[in-house]
């Protein structure tokens, strides 16, 4: 089946320094999504990619569909405390009429005040 | 509000007694789903339907059982057969199996 490789599994970094965490397969997607987690909660939706070399923007974070289909990064740049919590990539592929997701297993962000 | 209410957020049961989680939307969305979490991991696939009265098996299915008879809900019966039912439990809703998936808060269940 479809998996996904997601990096680094953890992150400890300053305040105010950038993040860059992504996620890699040998399957293709038909989209790419990337979510954010705080603990006990259930992931939010931070950015969703829908086209081969699209590269969106939420404020202080990018992200890009890789042009092979096959990655997807995310970037945070000018980090502050609040973005602590795990942030998941997934990969959506169809089966059987439907977006099936795929998801990572999580990078864990510490962000020192 | 608009969105996706799952009860209760914690959840206590004996070895061997079935349990039903609740998941409610009322965003009028079709899909609903149910997803399973364990330390460290990812995300895993139960149970998802595209419309009411309909749905399919995901990757871990084994021990768990669903229904759909109205729009806005999906409850999830973990079944006594599930080996390790001890888990954070997450549904998600989307406007249709096509859409973009939405998460609601969760609820970790305890097997004792």
């Known amino acids: 089946g479809q998996q996904l490789n997601q990096s680094p599994q953890s992150m400890f970094i300053q305040e105010g320094e950038d993040v860059s965490m992504n996620c890699t397969s040998s399957s293709i997607f038909n989209t790419w999504l990337w979510y954010k987690q705080d603990p006990g909660e259930g992931p939010v939706l931070l950015i969703a990619l829908y086209k081969a070399g699209e590269l969106t923007s939420n404020g202080r974070l990018t992200a890009q569909f890789g042009i092979t289909r096959k990655d997807s990064f995310l970037n945070i740049s000018a980090s502050i405390p609040s973005d602590v919590g795990i942030y998941f990539c997934?990969?959506?592929?169809?089966?059987?009429?439907?977006?099936?997701?795929?998801f990572g297993k999580g990078t864990k962000l510490t962000v020192n005040p | 509000d608009g969105g996706i209410t799952q009860s209760p957020k914690y959840l206590f049961r004996k070895e061997g007694q079935n349990v039903t989680l609740s998941c409610e939307q009322n965003?009028?969305?079709?899909?609903m789903y149910w997803y399973r979490q364990d330390p460290g991991q990812g995300l895993r696939l139960i149970y998802y339907s595209q419309i009411v009265n309909d749905f399919q098996k995901g990757d871990i299915a084994e021990g768990y059982s669903v229904s759909r008879e109205k729009k806005e809900s999906f409850p999830l019966t973990v079944t006594s057969a599930q080996k390790n039912p001890t888990a954070f439990y997450l549904c998600?809703?989307?406007?249709?199996?096509?859409?973009?998936?939405?998460f609601g808060p969760g609820t970790r269940l305890l097997v004792l």
């Open positions: 965003l009028n969305h079709d899909a």
């Open positions: 998600a809703s989307s406007m249709t199996s096509r859409e973009t998936q939405y």
């Open positions: 997934a990969g959506g592929i169809t089966q059987g009429g439907s977006e099936k997701l795929v």
